[in-house]
Each structure stands twice: as structure tokens, then as C-alpha cells.
């Protein structure tokens, strides 16, 4: 018997067939005493365990699709198999994924970003066979420590591989994952026999050919109605975003329990967070910017009802499941309606009725423009960056010498050059493959022209006078739709349509928070796990911003102001643009001890770093404050992204000498630095100044990158 796979009254049963009545035993230590499966999760069962199949399921969100992987992972175990592989895309599905095999007795790890001390320690139980279930996620498949050491080893013992969200396999599904290309790759080096299993609530018609293309000749596709029968879709159409959120923010005591508020960008999530907040709602901001360790926080608050919403991005999606979610509201409505489906999805899982509210606006299109200009670059810009790659790794970050595109976009060029097999991720960056490349202009046409048609879709959704829900299942190729089929419950079907007022008093707090100028930073309040620093951070409060680089209205001037770093302050600061701002902001900061000094975090690029000097010395000028000297790095720029890599590497990587004690001693000093990305650079100085000089930190950047 392999180990790490006992269960009392649960004995191996090598070449048994798998039977249904052990197959709902499994399920009752999941979901409790009287579950029994559908005939249709059997089904799924059945075909993965006693026929070792590929399949497909497509179902609605709370089919019970988890339920299916794990039962046939353990009756796969039981039969001598070797450990399922689980391929998930978001942190909280792997958290939620984890709990629920426990209740059966299965041995689930993961390995993410959240948990890199134990990377060793589990691909050790993976490769001795200690491990039942192993979910990773689709980037982990290019890691090179796991691509070379577990990779082969696991593909040739593997028990079982899933593929959750199978819907990021496809070019046309709403959220493709260039990573998740190379799942294709794993699943041609499997022994003949390994089951597959490819689950998702979101697929159309070209979405699931395209998948069964990639899972293979065979492969048996399970798909069933995506009718969400809790679910009260409504629209709500007002003017302008201040409007929009104190509508929100008026409407929220009449909504059932808690819920999710999406936004379709960071900024705007963390901008709405705070206007709810100013009106007296217990909210939090949940991002791609949030900590692991916070989102886990911000999860379990929802779950335990001690908020009253998350303001997120799709950051908090798929897999997040609280079955009494009481509502959803879309702040902005996103670009498609499959996308819509699977976000709303959150919603009314174990609940009979659950309010879903989509407040669209005039901004929407030019933010769905911009998300489609990230995905893939120019053919000239794509062959600037291949000419820039060569046999040495180069980091993302030195390819933004090469190439005029953001961070961002570089990594996401990358990983479908990648994929194409152009390029190669080696540890300390990137390198060229010497392939050839050509640039699939049928391909990212045809990628184009299906956006556009989604796109067109979520404006027939906000203006249809006919049934919401049917409509979206419509988009989804829902083969169970029926000619006349209503819902009976959205706001065309009912006939109840919402009202527009919006109480003048919310709506001047609400405006008065949006207006402010500048943007928050957000506190850091505990170091990364894996961090040679541990425990709470201390001395380093919340910050502030001019505004945010990917702003469509601020961003352009401050990414000048930043690329030019000519510019040093009037005389007098009132007749200086910049100055001004800084004064506005500075104003408009509510701490609770008004800094004393100044002090600047200099970068490695001189000119900048005399800019930063220039613009320390006028804001202490002008505040009446000590200008308290600049802090140096030493060495180059630190290139880190995971948080724990970039605390380390941040560890004495700054030279302090250049802080005047006598000017700094007497109370809170603003730390002035260009661009608060992670955060954890300010927080890593400002911690260092706390402990060396006693003087609390309040950090203020030109620019805030999300």
C-alpha cells in the first residue's frame, strides 16, 4: 500500500473496480452524513477511475466538481496508484482545495508562493510517494528547480492529473493563462492509461473544442445547465463614479449578509474601499497586490461575516467559496460575459436567494481597451525584445532598458514566447532559445476580433430588456436552454427595477474621499513568511502617493516626471505645479503626529536620486520640517519579486550614514522615494530607522505602480 493513504474502514483495493457506494462514502466524510452523488459526478468517477480516462466537466459553480477530483484521487490511491497532481490558478482554491481533502483522509500539500521554506521539504514527500494530492499552480510548471528535479519524476508515477479552470487552456477563454500552455506538454509525457481530468463552469462552444483539441482524441466531455437558481441579476445604470459608489455605499444595509464588490482595476478598488469606509462600511480591499498571508486574513473575515464586503479585483475569483455570499456588485462591468458568469458565481452557492448588481460605466471601455493591449505586443516590439535576449539571463527588469512596455507586459510577452518555446526562464532570468519565432498574425486577429464580440456581449447584457440569466448562459452555449425560458427573477423578468436616488449626504462624503488628492499606501504590518525578518513590523505607517503610474488620467505626467528627472522646485512653491500637489497631499494627510523631518530614499540612478534630494529639501522647506539626509543603497537594483526573496535581499542592502541624527530625532519623518511598488522597500528602511533612531516612518512616493 502506497503510504500516506489510510483511512479507517477504507482498505487498498489494487484491480477492484471502483464502486459507487465507495465513491459516496468518500463524499459523506466531505460534505456530511446523507450526501450522495449525482448521477452525472459519477459518471465523472467513473470514467476517470474504472475506464482511466480524459474528460472534460463543464458545470455550473457548486456542482461539486472539487468533490469529483478528490473522490477519484483516493479511489486511484487505493488502488495503487501514484499521487493526483492538481492544477489550480489562485491561492485561495488551493487553501479551500486543502480543507476539503483533509475531511476524507487525503494527504493534500501545495506549493506557492505563500509557503517557499517547505518547497524542499514537499517535493521530497512527492517524489517518495508521501503525498496523495499535490496542487500547484500552472506557473510552478516552469519553475526550474521543479521543472528539472519533481517534473519528470512526478510525470512518470502520476496518479491521476486535474486541471482546474480548464477554461485558461484556451486562447479564447476569458482568462487565458499562457502558463497554462505548457500543461500540454506534461500531459504528452504521461504513461498511456493516466487519467485526466479538465473541470470548468465557464467554457463555450470554442472554448471546449479547444480544450478536448489539447486534452486529446477521446477525451469524454460531461456538460450540463448553468442555471444559478439563487441568483437576482439586476443593472443599475447612473452618471458618474462618485454616484456609483454612493449608491453603493446606501444600498449596502439592504443587501442579505455579506458579499463581493468587484472592481475592474486595483486603483479602483482601493479608491471604492475607502469611500465605503468614509460612509461607515466595515470593508477591506482585496488585490493581486494583497499579501498571501492578508488575503487569507481578508477571506476568513468574509467567510466569518466580520466584514461586510471585499472590494476586489478578479483577484479574488475563482475557488473562493463562502456558500451563503449574499451579494455581488460589479463596479464597472467587466469585458465578458463568460467572465461576468464566473464572477457572480460567487454568490448564493448554498443560499436560496442572492442579490447580483452590476453598476456599468462610461470608463469601462477604455479600461477594457487597455487590458487588451497588455496581452500581446507590436511585432516590432516583441522582436525588439527577442533581439535583446541572448545566452546570458537577462530580468525582466534590465529588459525595460530594451523594450518601452511595463513590467508587467514584459513578463506576459514572456511567458507566451515561452510557451512558443522562443525563449527559456533560467534561474537569474531569461535567455534566448535560437528558435525561430514568427509573429501568428492569424492567431492574435483572431484573438482580437473574439474580444471585440465579447465586448459587444456585455453591452447587449447592460441594455437587454429579456432575461438576464438566460442571456449569460446563452453566451456560455448552455446545451439545456429551452425556446421561451426565463429566470423569473432578474429585473427584466420581474419587472422590479432598482432606484436611482442617491442620498446627497452619503454622496458628498463619498465624493469628498475620492476627490482627495493623492492616493494611500498601504501598511505592511507583518513580514513575509520565509523572511529572515519575522514577526509584526513595526514603525512604518500607512503612506501616501501623488497618484498611480497605470492611472489613464495621472499616470502619463508622473511617468515623465519620473523619466526626465529634470525637474527641481520654484522658488516660491506656490507657482510650482508639482509643489502644489505635494502641499495638497500633505494636507490632506489625517496623522496623528505631524512629521518633523524629511528624509529621502535615494535609488541607484543619480540623476533621479538628485531629483528626490531637490524635491526632500523643498517639501521640508515648505513644511517648516528638518530636512534629515538620504539613505543609499548599496549595490544594484534589487530584482525580487516574491515577497519573502525581496525582504532578504533588502536586508542590509541599505547604507544608512547618511541620516543626520540630530534632525531626526524628535518625532515621525516622511521617508521620500520615486515609486512604491511591492511596498516592502520603504517598509524595509523604514523599519530599519524606526529601530535605529526611534523615529516612526510615514512614506510618500511620487508614484504608486498599481
Not at 510557451?419 to 492574435?444: L, M
Request: a negative charge; hydrophobic letters at 40%.
Amino acid at each position: 500500500m502506497s503510504r500516506g493513504i489510510a483511512t479507517v474502514g477504507f482498505m487498498e483495493t489494487t484491480g477492484q473496480v471502483a464502486t459507487r457506494q465507495e465513491a459516496d462514502a468518500l463524499l459523506r466524510l466531505i460534505a456530511g452524513e446523507g450526501a450522495t452523488l449525482r448521477d452525472d459526478q459519477w459518471v465523472a468517477i467513473d470514467g476517470l477511475v474504472n475506464q482511466r480516462r480524459r474528460m472534460l466537466v463543464v458545470q455550473r459553480t457548486g456542482w461539486g466538481k472539487s468533490a469529483v477530483y478528490f473522490i477519484a484521487a483516493k479511489l486511484l490511491r487505493a488502488r495503487g496508484a501514484g499521487p493526483s497532481v492538481i492544477i489550480s490558478p489562485l491561492l485561495a482554491l488551493m487553501r479551500n482545495q486543502v480543507g476539503s481533502a483533509s475531511r476524507a483522509g487525503i494527504k493534500a500539500v501545495t506549493i506557492n508562493s505563500a509557503n517557499m521554506t517547505e518547497w524542499e521539504e514537499i517535493q521530497d514527500q512527492v517524489v517518495s510517494g508521501d503525498v496523495d494530492v499535490l496542487l500547484i499552480s500552472p506557473e510552478r510548471l516552469n519553475s526550474p528547480d521543479f521543472r528539472e528535479q519533481v517534473l519528470p519524476q512526478l510525470a512518470g508515477s502520476v496518479g491521476m492529473v486535474v486541471v482546474d479552470e480548464a477554461h485558461c487552456i484556451s486562447d479564447w477563454g476569458h482568462d487565458f493563462r499562457p502558463d497554462y500552455r505548457r500543461i500540454r506538454t506534461l500531459l504528452a509525457e504521461l504513461p498511456v492509461g493516466t487519467p485526466v481530468l479538465a473541470t470548468t463552469a465557464t467554457a463555450n462552444d470554442r472554448v471546449v473544442a479547444d480544450v478536448v483539441e489539447q486534452l486529446g482524441q477521446g477525451t469524454g466531455v460531461l456538460r450540463g445547465g448553468l442555471d444559478r437558481e439563487s441568483l437576482a441579476l439586476s443593472v443599475v445604470s447612473l452618471p458618474d463614479s462618485t454616484q456609483r459608489a454612493a449608491w453603493i455605499a446606501e444600498q449596502l444595509d439592504s443587501l442579505p449578509g455579506s458579499g463581493i464588490i468587484y472592481c475592474l482595476t486595483v486603483s479602483a478598488a482601493e479608491d471604492l474601499a475607502e469611500a465605503l469606509e468614509s460612509a461607515g462600511w466595515n470593508v477591506s480591499a482585496y488585490t493581486g497586490r494583497t499579501e498571501a498571508a492578508e488575503r487569507e486574513e481578508l477571506e476568513q473575515a468574509l467567510i466569518g461575516n466580520e466584514l461586510k464586503a471585499l472590494v476586489a479585483t478578479s483577484a479574488l475569483g475563482m475557488g473562493f467559496d463562502k456558500p451563503d455570499l449574499g451579494f455581488v456588485i460589479h463596479l464597472g462591468a467587466p469585458s465578458s460575459p463568460i467572465s461576468y458568469y464566473q464572477q457572480v458565481g460567487r454568490a448564493g452557492r448554498g443560499t436560496e436567494h442572492a442579490e447580483v448588481i452590476l453598476l456599468p460605466g462610461p470608463e469601462d471601455k477604455e479600461i477594457w481597451e487597455y487590458f487588451s493591449q497588455v496581452s500581446m505586443p507590436s511585432e516590432a516590439t516583441v522582436q525588439q525584445l527577442l533581439g535583446a535576449l541572448g545566452d546570458e539571463p537577462l530580468s525582466t527588469p534590465k529588459l525595460e532598458n530594451f523594450v518601452d512596455l511595463s513590467r508587467s507586459r514584459i513578463d506576459q510577452a514572456l511567458k507566451v514566447l515561452d510557451v512558443d518555446g522562443a525563449v527559456r526562464r533560467v534561474k537569474g532570468g531569461w535567455i534566448s532559445t535560437g528558435s525561430e519565432w514568427n509573429y501568428n498574425h492569424a492567431r492574435y486577429d483572431g484573438l482580437a476580433a473574439a474580444r471585440k464580440h465579447e465586448q459587444d456581449a456585455m453591452i447587449t447584457y447592460q441594455r437587454t430588456s429579456e432575461c438576464r440569466m438566460v442571456f449569460l448562459r446563452s453566451q456560455l452555449d448552455d446545451p439545456t436552454i429551452v425556446e421561451g425560458e426565463v429566470c423569473g427573477r432578474c429585473d427584466n423578468c420581474t419587472g422590479v427595477q432598482r432606484s436611482l436616488v442617491v442620498n446627497p449626504t452619503i454622496a458628498e462624503r463619498v465624493d469628498s474621499r475620492l476627490s482627495a488628492p493623492g492616493v494611500r499606501l498601504s501598511q505592511r504590518k507583518m513580514w513575509p513568511t520565509g523572511s529572515v525578518r519575522r514577526g509584526k513590523i513595526n514603525g512604518v505607517l500607512a503612506g501616501r502617493a501623488l497618484g498611480r503610474l497605470n492611472d489613464i488620467v495621472r499616470g502619463p505626467e508622473l511617468h515623465n516626471l519620473l523619466s526626465d528627472n529634470s525637474w527641481r522646485p520654484a522658488t516660491d512653491w506656490k507657482s510650482d505645479p508639482w509643489l502644489r500637489r505635494i502641499v495638497a497631499v500633505l494636507a490632506d494627510w489625517e496623522w496623528q503626529e505631524r512629521p518633523v523631518s524629511v528624509i529621502v530614499l535615494g535609488s541607484e540612478d543619480n540623476e533621479g536620486q538628485d531629483m528626490l534630494i531637490a524635491m526632500g529639501q523643498a517639501v521640508a522647506q515648505v513644511g517648516r520640517m528638518n530636512f534629515g539626509g538620504v539613505v543609499r543603497p548599496r549595490g544594484d537594483e534589487v530584482t525580487a519579486h516574491n515577497s519573502a526573496f525581496r525582504v532578504n535581499a533588502l536586508d542590509k542592502h541599505f547604507d544608512y550614514a547618511g541620516v543626520e541624527v540630530s534632525a531626526v530625532s524628535a518625532g515621525p519623518a516622511l521617508l521620500v522615494t520615486d515609486v512604491v511598488d511591492t511596498g516592502w522597500t520603504v517598509t524595509v528602511v523604514g523599519a530599519d530607522i524606526f529601530a535605529q533612531y526611534g523615529v516612526e516612518i510615514l512614506p510618500f512616493a511620487v508614484a504608486s505602480q498599481g
